[in-house]
């Protein structure tokens, strides 16, 4: 039985109260102070599959759709002698939608899943363990998956013993990495010691898109436009700073992958966000590959997007404005603050309830923005809510309010203003919403 006082990770939606108005897209977010109260939010817990837990995805995935369908991990009852999850339980991809939450499973025999993305079209790409032990490194296998109309789609590898999809785009086009049979030093696909390969999959076909020149790539993102954004290496040559080979950003499209270069550095930590129009954000390495700072792939240029003062900074999302949220360092590296970034222009967003640090991780076309505030360990504290200019702790929008949940990072945010947030039930909850009885 559990205690009342249990501290368990959530997944919950806050579903808008009210309606909101549309922003005016030529509006300087650092005029936009106290035009509007914030809005508000009611609290629905999207529940899990019998286990303790459920979670979302941070920097790069997607887990709420333009349709308001919710996509998590959630824990099953069902114990994993692997314990892949620190509690040692099968989890497994869900959709939540119109208060149902429906298991997706997994592939074949008892298998974890984990999503990464969500489309508007409702695919969901992500990657299963497949039942078998991968001989290079003892651990799971696990391969690049495509759910869809009930199925679990193995879309394979490159000849290479594992796989994940980081997107699929509306046209069910599914993006990320897949192992080839060469040995690799590096093993940047999932730890395995082979070559990393960006690839395409369409109607049942993986394609290797090729690299700048080094032996890997990665795939991190496609639009509906059939663009893909990643990364690849350049050379083999090993940097000693880095401890890798050169590594650029890249842009594929018919046929070709484009070269995108570089802010100084040789390293890209972060591809982080991709809009329909080209678009892409992330981190990269400045010039002595000491530090990193945001950077824009505007369609015609790179930019440095600069921090607050310090060394250290990352964008991870764009909206379809290129107007783009995430975070930065404050001066001597003292803080971190979520940031707003908008033609040339970049806005500390701050912090809330005295909380020393903020990261933004979603921006939608309304100019609002949703993260995160941290303590002085970085530990995740509140979720917040930034619009019209001003920042606001998500707890305190909660209609009618909620003290058996405390909202620790707001991760996604749609165009209709619904947000989805991780979050710690300080106390148990008799009431949770079922899985759908159909599955």
Request: net charge negative; with cysteine; charged share 15%.
């Amino acid at each position: 039985m559990r205690s009342q006082n249990s501290i368990l990770s959530i997944t919950v939606l806050a579903w808008t109260a009210f309606g909101i108005p549309m922003a005016v897209p030529a509006q300087d977010p650092s005029t936009a102070v106290n035009q509007a109260p914030h809005h508000h939010y009611k609290l629905i817990d999207t529940g899990t599959l019998g286990g303790a837990n459920s979670s979302l995805g941070f920097e790069g995935e997607r887990d709420i759709n333009n349709r308001g369908t919710v996509l998590s991990l959630a824990e099953t009852t069902i114990p994993d002698p692997t314990c892949f999850f620190p509690d040692c339980f099968i989890g497994h991809t869900v959709l939540w939608h119109d208060g149902v939450l429906r298991d997706l499973g997994a592939l074949p025999a008892v298998n974890n899943s984990g999503p990464l993305w969500i489309s508007d079209s409702g695919l969901v790409s992500g990657f299963s363990e497949n039942g078998v032990t991968d001989p290079l490194t003892g651990a799971p296998e696990f391969q690049a998956v495509l759910f869809t109309n009930g199925k679990v789609i193995n879309l394979g590898s490159l000849g290479g013993n594992e796989s994940t999809a980081y997107s699929v785009n509306n046209r069910g086009q599914a993006v990320g990495c897949a192992a080839n049979t060469e040995p690799d030093a590096f093993g940047f696909c999932l730890g395995v010691p082979q070559q990393s390969r960006a690839f395409l999959w369409t109607d049942g076909t993986m394609k290797d898109l090729g690299t700048l020149g080094g032996p890997d790539a990665l795939a991190a993102f496609n639009n509906n436009r059939g663009q893909v954004a990643g990364w690849s290496l350049v050379d083999s040559a090993v940097n000693p700073t880095t401890g890798i080979p050169t590594q650029h950003p890249f842009l594929w499209e018919n046929g070709n992958m484009r070269d995108l270069g570089t802010i100084g550095g040789t390293a890209v930590p972060q591809i982080n966000g991709f809009n329909d129009q080209g678009q892409i954000v992330g981190g990269m390495n400045v010039a002595g590959d000491r530090s990193f700072h945001p950077f824009l792939w505007d369609g015609q240029s790179l930019k440095d997007l600069g921090t607050f003062g310090g060394d250290f900074g990352s964008a991870n999302s764009i909206n379809e404005f290129g107007d783009v949220a995430g975070w930065a360092f404050t001066d001597v590296n003292q803080a971190v603050h979520a940031f707003l970034w908008r033609e040339g222009t970049m806005t500390d967003l701050g912090t809330v309830d005295g909380d020393p640090n903020s990261e933004a991780f979603v921006v939608n076309t309304r100019l609002q923005v949703v993260g995160a505030t941290q303590d002085h360990n970085f530990n995740y504290v509140h979720a917040f809510l930034w619009e019209r200019g001003s920042i606001a702790d998500l707890n305190g929008l909660i209609v009618p309010a909620d003290a058996t949940v405390q909202l620790n990072a707001a991760v996604g945010l749609n165009e209709r203003g619904e947000i989805v947030a991780q979050g710690t039930l300080l106390k148990w909850r008799s009431a949770r919403l079922p899985a759908d009885p159909l599955r």
